[in-house]
Every structure is written in structure tokens, then in C-alpha cells.
């Protein structure tokens, strides 16, 4: 991430439809581009007792970034996420029953 610190503003969670969404309301640190980002998660399982991921990001990156080099970051990290969480999931079964 290139955020040594980041405060998000969860602005809604819906259990039954497995969906968030949060907005960045703080972040800084080196190399930081990023001046307002919302993101909104949704989980959809699949018939093979999986589970689909969609994600939807908007943001406003600060004058003089070049959007190309963010976007590409940006999706880097949260598939490096999500993979560390998969892993942590499938390691440890009983960690979200």
C-alpha cells in the first residue's frame, strides 16, 4: 500500500446482501497520490461453494499524478489482499464460522 496510514468512514454494510461500502478519509505517508477514494465491495457465491468479488473504486488522485501509475497500484494492492485473506481463510476454516 502506499499508506504508512489510512482512516476509512464505513458508510454502509448490508449483511443479508453481502455488501460495503467505505470511503477514505485520511491517509498519508510517502508517495501518497490519492486525494478522496470510495470503494464498494460486493460477494456473490458461485455454485462450487465459492465466492465472487466485485469491487468498485472511485477516486480523485491529487494534481500532477499520473492516473495510469495509480490505477495500476491500486489493483495490485487489493489483489494482494484479497489473496493474503483467501490464503489466511482456507489455512484457518474455523476462523470464519
Known amino acids: ?3 504508512n496510514l489510512m482512516k476509512e468512514r464505513l458508510e454502509f454494510i448490508d ?3 453481502c ?3 467505505s470511503t477514505l478519509i485520511e491517509g498519508g505517508g510517502i508517495g501518497t497520490a ?3 477514494a470510495t470503494s464498494q465491495m460486493k460477494v456473490k457465491p458461485t455454485a462450487n461453494c465459492g465466492s465472487v468479488v466485485k469491487v468498485k473504486s472511485t477516486y480523485k488522485l491529487l494534481p500532477g499524478v499520473e492516473v495510469n501509475d495509480e490505477i495500476s497500484k491500486a489493483k495490485d494492492s487489493m489483489t494482494a489482499i484479497f489473496k493474503a485473506a483467501e ?3 482456507i489455512a484457518n476454516p474455523d476462523a470464519y464460522n
Open 34 to 36: 490519492i486525494d478522496t
Open 1 to 3: 500500500m502506499p499508506f
Open 15 to 17: 449483511v443479508d446482501k
Open 19 to 21: 455488501e460495503c461500502k
Open 87 to 89: 490464503a489466511y481463510l
